[in-house]
T-cell receptor, first 115, second 112 residues
Framework: SAVISQKPSRDICQRGTSLTIQCQVDSQVTMMFWYRQQPGQSLTLIATANQGSEATYESGFVIDKFPISRPNLTFSTLTVSNMSPEDSSIYLC????????????FGPGTRLTVL | DAKTTQPNSMESNEEEPVHLPCNHSTISGTDYIHWYRQLPSQGPEYVIHGLTSNVNNRMASLAIAEDRKSSTLILHRATLRDAAVYYCILRDSGGSNYKLTFGKGTLLTVNP
């Protein structure tokens, strides 16, 4: 299993600013994922972040808007850059610790409101 | 990832069984059927998964049709804490892509 914490849990930001969200795991994992959940919607994968390589972004998401760092096997950050009200969402990280067709573990999410 | 179809919402009474259906008519031979749920204001949590045979764990049972084109998540005795959005997801075991693709899921309401 894996226990995931995220910081901050929530934030209210001004348009045009950037916010960095941290994801900390209590064990070493190779695969980490970042998701976005817009209000009333399901989860959408932003990118896959593997340690030692560049993040792989899904269609519709770009590195300039959502830069990701993965400095080690227990930590990752997602930055939401040049924010607009449309970026108001819950951002979640998840990990796949076993790299088999088993379960993923999700963090509690970061609730972002952009004014 | 292959697509799944679930009802938008379902209702149940407390302490009664709940059967949550999922259709996945385009499932491939290497797709596992995964179920996650998301309680209010929380991240998703794993419920159960299976390939061909029915599966049981402490949370639920998963019944898989013989042709694998549909499955049913069974909560044997619903409690108020089971009120959540339930997601049925197909996950390919054949490659190195471990990502989950979430659909809209089924919002389960449990009445006291």
């Amino acid at each position: 299993s894996a226990v995931i914490s995220q910081k901050p849990s929530r934030d209210i930001c001004q348009r045009g600013t950037s916010l960095t969200i941290q994801c900390q795991v209590d064990s070493q994992v190779t695969m980490m994922f970042w998701y976005r959940q817009q209000p009333g919607q399901s989860l959408t994968l932003i990118a896959t972040a593997n340690q030692g390589s560049e993040a792989t972004y899904e269609s519709g998401f770009v590195i300039d808007k959502f830069p990701i760092s993965r400095p080690n096997l227990t930590f990752s950050t997602l930055t939401v850059s040049n924010m607009s009200p449309e970026d108001s969402s819950i951002y979640l990280c998840s990990v796949d610790p076993v790299r088999t067709n088993s379960e993923q573990f999700f963090g509690p999410g970061t609730r972002l409101t952009v004014l | 990832d292959a697509k799944t179809t679930q009802p938008n919402s379902m209702e149940s009474n407390e302490e009664e069984p709940v059967h949550l259906p999922c259709n996945h008519s385009t499932i491939s031979g290497t797709d596992y059927i995964h179920w996650y749920r998301q309680l209010p204001s929380q991240g998703p949590e794993y419920v159960i998964h299976g390939l061909t045979s029915n599966v049981n764990n402490r949370m639920a049972s998963l019944a898989i049709a013989e042709d694998r084109k549909s499955s049913t998540l069974i909560l044997h005795r619903a409690t108020l804490r089971d009120a959540a959005v339930y997601y049925c997801i197909l996950r390919d075991s054949g490659g190195s892509n471990y990502k989950l693709t979430f659909g809209k899921g089924t919002l389960l309401t449990v009445n006291p």
